[in-house]
T-cell receptor, first 109, second 113 residues
Framework: GQQLNQSPQSMFIQEGEDVSMNCTSSSIFNTWLWYKQDPGEGPVLLIA?????ELTSNGRLTAQFGITRKDSFLNISASIPSDVGIYFCAVPGNTPLVFGKGTRLSVIA | DVKVTQSSRYLVKRTGEKVFLECVQD?????MFWYRQDPGLGLRLIYFSYDVKMKEKGDIPEGYSVSREKKERFSLILESASTNQTSMYLC????????????FGSGTRLTVV
């Protein structure tokens, strides 16, 4: 099946730092999604991208749909402790969503 | 807001037991999904259902079955629980209008001893 390569696997950062993570695929997609999972909860949709080259923001989060349609990036500016969690990229597969393996973010106050 | 409720947050079961994980959504969503989440492996699809009494195998259906007798309820069944089924189980329902976005439940952490 389709596979998404998400990196990095984990990150430890200081509060106030900016964060970048990305997701790549060997296939082309028309939609990229980013989810966040807080500790002990289910994932929640953060940002949806529908157009190649699109840059979309949600507060301190900014996501980009790669121009090749094979990748996407998520940036978090000025991280705070509540940014802790696992971030997943996802794309629509032939059937349900296909998820990357996640980036686990830890923020050190 | 759509709510997806998983009946138990934590479960401990013995090897060989039959286990039922229940998921209920409070909107009229046709589509429901079961995933398991393990460290380093992300979310893996077990089964999904596009409508009542319909079910489709996902990527890792072995050792599981499902039941969808009513639109709002999607049950995951472990016929004979094994220790390698110790995991976090997540149920999801599809948000109407987008065709792609999910609402997830809070998860059930199952431990099989």
């Amino acid at each position: 099946g389709q596979q998404l390569n998400q990196s990095p696997q984990s990150m430890f950062i200081q509060e106030g730092e900016d964060v970048s993570m990305n997701c790549t695929s060997s296939s082309i997609f028309n939609t990229w999604l980013w989810y966040k999972q807080d500790p002990g909860e289910g994932p929640v949709l953060l940002i949806a991208l529908y157009k190649a080259g699109e840059l979309t923001s949600n507060g301190r989060l900014t996501a980009q749909f790669g121009i090749t349609r094979k990748d996407s990036f998520l940036n978090i500016s000025a991280s705070i402790p509540s940014d802790v969690g696992i971030y997943f990229c996802a794309v629509p597969g032939n059937t349900p969503l296909v998820f990357g393996k996640g980036t686990r973010l830890s923020v050190i106050a | 807001d759509v709510k997806v409720t998983q009946s138990s947050r934590y479960l401990v079961k013995r090897t060989g037991e039959k286990v039922f994980l229940e998921c209920v959504q409070d909107m009229d969503h046709e589509n429901m999904f079961w995933y398991r989440q393990d460290p380093g492996l992300g979310l893996r699809l077990i089964y999904f259902s596009y409508d009542v009494k319909m079910k489709e195998k996902g990527d890792i259906p072995e050792g599981y079955s499902v039941s969808r007798e009513k639109k709002e309820r999607f049950s995951l069944i472990l016929e004979s629980a094994s220790t390698n089924q110790t995991s976090m189980y997540l149920c999801a329902s599809r948000i109407p209008g987008t065709g792609i976005g999910y609402t997830f439940g809070s998860g059930t952490r199952l431990t099989v001893v």
